[in-house]
Each structure stands twice: as C-alpha cells, then as structure tokens.
C-alpha cells in the first residue's frame, strides 16, 4: 500500500508538526486521528467519495495513512496542473 519511504516521510511530517507546536507527536497523532475519525464517519456525500479514494488497512485511517493518501492527492493535483500549463 504506502512504501517505507512514504511511511517514513509520513512519520517525519509528524515529528515536525509536533516540535513547531511545542507538543508531543502523541498529541499529533491522537488529535490527528481525533479530526480523522469525525471526518470519515460524516454523512456528507461529498466527504465519503473522498474517504472512499483514501487506501488504508483497518477500520480507520491512521494519522500516516491520512497524510501519505493526502500527500498523493496533492501531488497529483499538482502534477495535473503542471500538465495543462504546457
């Protein structure tokens, strides 16, 4: 699913997070997976066709699994508009 290196990055953007807030990367994670949690069990339409792009091994997404999906989302999109520039 996600590459050690993706992982590694993902547990890297974490540990920064948590020294630019002066927090501990438990309290990223647990506020991550708490924002998380309340998104993927939202009703909206909208937001459940996106949870459903989202690749994951549980339940639930983890706090890395949520940023190397989203980490692809974004390159993609950036990739795309880099296409249609040229």
Request: net charge negative; hydrophobic share 35%; charged share 30%.
């Amino acid at each position: 699913m996600y590459t050690e290196e993706e992982w590694g990055r993902a547990k890297r953007a974490i540990t920064i997070m948590a020294k630019r807030n002066d927090v501990s990367e438990a309290q990223i994670r647990s506020e991550l997976q708490e924002a998380i949690n309340a998104s993927f069990r939202c009703n909206d339409s909208h937001v459940q066709a996106q949870w459903a792009e989202c690749e994951f091994a549980g339940s639930e997404p983890t706090p890395e699994e949520f940023i190397n999906w989203l980490a692809k989302k974004a390159n993609a999109r950036i990739d795309h508009s880099l296409d249609k520039s040229h």
